[in-house]
């Protein structure tokens, strides 16, 4: 068996998509950077998911620590795309922010896209969020090594939220270390996923534990395993052993963040990584973190573009092969 750990990823193909986006002019900042008038959030991912749950909180975050006004806008299709697309319209624009995730890196690798993670202004990752394989809580399997076995010699339908989400990225890891086979079922987003889990329509899901702690706690689903280094020490996820544990090594961390458009003025920027910094010192913050069950590796700025250009260069080795 290979062992395979990737930092923020996501794999698949998908339909080129082309889109004309909206040009930012007319926003401006002051001379301290603090953009006039109200700000959006834009989320590439329908409402509903981890990504939408990771914008909101952003934005209730940044606009409890400033004067501004922080609305949600979700602009979701072609596996966050659409959104990104849009976003790369707002060139020079300080009154836009992004909620980023996986498909940041993921997207300008897998299609045909006219922006990479370089396009943007890397502001804030707030932390790294892994994923649990769950299934209905009738179902036969009780392991993830279960799964596997299943694959090797009969269908199993598992269900992605894109083809460029970090439940691509997990299955696709599994079947590399594996040498198994998993159909897919394409999604929109984890929400949908999850409807998708517990209507019958697919047999397995990669999801984040925030998405599905409500149904794992109902007994509505249950967690094979956790695809992360260790075992969660979080009470209500302390019991699920890791996919390692099981035999199957892999493991997969995405990161949350957010940045803003390219082109912005140097003053700008430092606002936004200035309020995010006052974010992270918040009780939301903690709030957000403890209830997404995720890991806070907070980093900002310059040490965003660091994370993303060594994860960057992983994601194309793991194209590669």
Not at 280 to 306: C, H, K, L, W
């Amino acid at each position: 068996m290979k062992s395979r750990t990737v930092g923020a990823a996501a794999l698949g193909t998908a339909a080129i998509l082309t889109l004309g986006a909206c040009a930012g002019g007319g926003a401006s900042a002051s001379s301290s950077g603090e953009p006039s008038g109200d700000v959006r959030m834009i989320v590439p991912f329908s409402a509903g998911g981890g990504s939408d749950q990771s914008g909101r909180a952003i934005a209730a975050g940044l606009e409890e620590g400033t004067s501004l006004n922080i609305s949600v806008e979700n602009r979701e299709g072609g596996s966050g795309a659409v959104g990104y697309s849009f976003f790369l319209g707002q060139e020079g624009n300080p009154n836009y922010l992004l909620a980023s995730e996986t498909a940041l890196l993921a997207l300008p690798l897998t299609q045909d896209v006219e922006f990479s993670y370089e396009s943007f202004t890397p502001i804030m990752k707030l932390g790294d969020d892994y994923t649990l394989l769950v299934v209905p809580a009738d179902s036969e399997w009780e392991t993830c090594t279960d799964v596997v076995d299943a694959a090797s010699s009969d269908r199993v339908v598992a269900a992605v939220s894109g083809a460029t989400s970090l439940d691509e990225i997990v299955f696709t890891l599994v079947e590399d270390a594996e040498g198994v086979e998993f159909d897919r079922v394409p999604f929109e987003s984890g929400s949908e996923v999850l409807a998708g889990l517990l209507g019958g329509q697919v047999d397995v899901a990669s999801l984040n534990p925030s998405e599905v702690l409500g149904q794992l706690e109902s007994g509505d689903l249950k967690a094979l395993c956790a695809f992360s280094e260790e075992r969660y020490e979080y009470e209500a996820l302390a019991d699920i052993p890791t996919a390692k544990e099981q035999g199957v090594d892999v493991s997969f961390a995405q990161f949350r963040g957010f940045i803003a458009p390219g082109g912005i003025s140097d003053e700008a920027r430092e606002y936004w990584i200035e309020a995010a910094q006052a974010f992270a010192e918040t009780d939301a913050y903690d709030s957000y973190i403890e209830e997404n069950v995720m890991q806070a590796n907070a980093v900002y700025g310059d040490e965003f573009v660091e994370y993303l250009e060594g994860n960057s260069a992983d994601l194309e080795k793991v194209f590669a092969e």
